[in-house]
Structure formats: structure tokens, C-alpha cells
């Protein structure tokens, strides 16, 4: 499977911007899908995860409220919709497929990654 992230740019505080993956290659039916982050000097953190059928989702604290994950099957594409960006939230996003959805959610591991968007938000 492969993870393409597309989506990322610049964006003033306060703003929104929505990052999109699209999964290609073999089947990614089953898989749950996530988001990550990792700002400059800081490690990679978890953002939000939903599984295959979208009856789960789960947000870092950061992000309740103001992001939002959701996923075409159809398309094999999933999406984060993020408003009210602040500054802090400037970072390369990483999308991410693991057939576990509370191992993916854990940040424990991810079977495949996508290769970074960024996201800049400036104050």
C-alpha cells in the first residue's frame, strides 16, 4: 500500500486547511487510517485515527474541537479538516494505515506511512 498526502500550504492563525491521503496499490480494506504530526525539533505525535467502517475515531487532546478525520472507501482516501489553526499546529503531517486501530491510535507503530504534507500556520 501506498500513502500519497496532498493538501498542505500556508495558512494564517485561525484559518482552516484540510490534508487529504489516498492509499494506492495493494488493498487497504480493513486498514485503519491516522494522521500524524512532527514539528521542527519535536517528535512525532499522534493526531487523530478512524477505523475501516468510520464507527471509531479518536483525537489527540490538540485536536478535539477543531480537527476532524473522515474517510471515502470508495476513494480510498482519507481527510483531516482542520479549523482554528493556530500557530503550534504547524508541522509535516504523516498519514498512516495499520490494521489495528488502538495500535495505531497508540502511535506504537504504523504499517505504512505516507511521505509528509506541510502545514504552516502563520500568526
Known amino acids: 500500500v501506498q500513502l500519497q498526502a496532498s493538501g498542505g500550504g500556508l495558512v494564517q492563525a485561525g484559518g482552516s486547511v484540510t490534508v487529504s491521503c489516498e492509499a494506492s496499490g495493494s488493498t487497504s480494506d480493513g486498514y485503519a487510517m491516522g494522521w500524524f504530526r512532527q514539528a521542527p525539533g519535536k517528535e512525532r505525535e499522534f493526531v487523530a485515527a478512524?477505523?475501516?467502517?468510520?464507527?471509531?475515531?479518536e483525537y489527540a487532546d490538540s485536536a478535539k474541537g477543531r480537527f476532524t478525520i473522515s474517510r471515502d472507501n470508495a476513494k480510498n482516501t482519507v481527510a483531516l479538516q482542520m479549523n482554528s489553526l493556530k500557530p503550534e499546529d504547524t508541522a509535516v503531517y504523516f498519514c498512516a494505515a495499520e490494521r489495528g486501530f488502538n495500535v495505531l491510535v497508540a502511535g506504537v507503530r504504523a504499517r505504512y506511512w505516507g511521505q509528509g504534507t506541510l502545514v504552516t500556520v502563520s500568526s
Open positions: 478512524i477505523n475501516w467502517s468510520g464507527s471509531q475515531i
